[in-house]
């Protein structure tokens, strides 16, 4: 199916439509929003992961309730909320070099810059994409263990 659709594209060539190229203009416009709004939560992020403890231990003293789970340890806490910022970075960047390079590519009329920006737009989704199935396949086994547990459970 991809090399009949790559055979039908590389025997004809299209340009961008004045249309085209504004929306174009306008995704780079909320890109650019999106990946400081993301710079900015990952940021904060690791912020919190510094403070964690200190913010724990206080609930600790005002809720007895919390008193469990900081039988875990705020240094697990704190890894995982640097965890989370590490994963969260890699789609956000891509997204600051689409936004980038899509920038460069209609101000210099550029069309290594243009590709270049799709490049990094199809590694965002690509990552996405992966972490998508990464975290389905988690869900899968972790409802799969509690079926097996629940059935293990009534013998």
Do not use: H
């Amino acid at each position: 199916m991809e090399e009949n659709f790559t055979e039908l594209v590389s025997n004809r060539s299209f340009e961008l439509s004045e249309k085209a190229q504004g929306f174009l203009k306008e995704i780079a416009k909320w890109s650019c929003f999106l990946f400081i709004l993301g710079f900015v939560f990952i940021g904060l992020m690791v912020l919190l992961a510094f403070f964690i403890g200190t913010i724990f231990s206080k609930l600790t003293s005002i809720s007895d309730a919390m008193k469990p789970v900081m039988g875990i340890g705020t240094g697990f806490f704190s890894l995982i909320y640097l965890l989370i910022a590490l994963l969260y970075f890699s789609p956000i960047y891509y997204l600051f070099q689409f936004s980038s390079k899509i920038k460069i590519a209609f101000r210099d009329n550029d069309s290594d810059q243009l590709n270049a920006s799709f490049e990094y737009l199809k590694s965002r989704y690509k990552f996405i994409g992966i972490m998508a199935l990464i975290f389905a396949c988690f869900y899968g086994f972790i409802i799969l263990m509690g079926l097996i547990a629940g059935i293990f459970s009534v013998f």
